[in-house]
């Protein structure tokens, strides 16, 4: 079964503006962390942003925010003040159990757009 | 951040011959490090976890003897793709370890294609 489910495929946004990225995910594990990372068409993984299951407050770095809706398993990206830069494959990932020996199961991403 | 490099960054092979793809961690120790797949315009997939000094645990439906895994320093992982087919082009990209839960540092990816 998909743990971590990304079902924009793609999506396009304005320069400036900003624009949310899904993610749904399944485990049954109380401890998990979820991942968002950012892959230019070089190839290269780029983290953006970490949220563990028991932290309380959304987690946000710089532009990215993380919506994080537990209950309904979501964590949702935001991006805000969208820039040209910003074109890229976006992937949700998730890390289950409190051990950080484990590897990440990723989402099939998004293909993000910036338009001028 | 921590930096991981991997080499080559692209290779292109003959199909029957095996392929070394290195994962180094550059300033800091990484005991585990795993190496995963992309094909186009997909998602990366686990193909196994490499652990230092110890055999690798491998992902349903790889194939050990074929992605050979040798994690024999601290800093160094090794993928070796043996007797590539066509259908073994791929984004091979490795990730390792820091210390901390939210630390997991990707290596720039090895693009092979195998003709």
């Known amino acids: ?116 | 951040g921590a930096v991981v490099s991997q080499h080559p960054s692209r290779v292109i092979c003959k199909s029957g011959t095996s392929v070394k793809i290195e994962c180094r961690s550059l300033d800091f120790q990484a005991t585990t490090m795993f190496w995963y797949r992309q094909f186009p315009k997909q998602s990366l997939m686990l193909m196994a976890t490499s652990n230092e000094g110890s055999k690798a645990t491998y992902e349903q439906g790889v194939e050990k003897d074929k992605f050979l895994i040798n994690h024999a320093s601290l800093t160094l992982s090794t993928l070796t793709v043996t007797s590539a087919h066509p259908e073994d082009s791929s984004f091979y990209i490795c990730s390792a370890l820091g210390q901390e839960v939210d630390e997991q540092y990707f290596g720039p990816g090895t693009r092979l294609t195998v003709t």
């Open chain 1, 1 to 116: 079964a998909q743990k971590i489910t990304q079902t924009q495929p793609g999506m396009f946004v304005q320069e400036k503006e900003a624009v949310t990225l899904d993610c749904t995910y399944d485990t049954s594990d109380p401890s998990y962390g979820l991942f968002w990372y950012k892959q230019p068409s070089s190839g290269e993984m780029i983290f953006l942003i970490y949220q563990g299951s028991y932290d309380q407050q959304n987690a946000t770095e710089g532009r990215y925010s993380l919506n994080f809706q537990k209950a309904r398993k979501s964590a949702n990206l935001v991006i805000s003040a969208s820039q040209l830069g910003d074109s890229a494959m976006y992937f949700c990932a998730m890390r289950e159990g409190s051990n950080s020996g484990y590897a990440l199961n990723f989402g099939k991403g998004t293909s993000l757009l910036v338009t001028p």
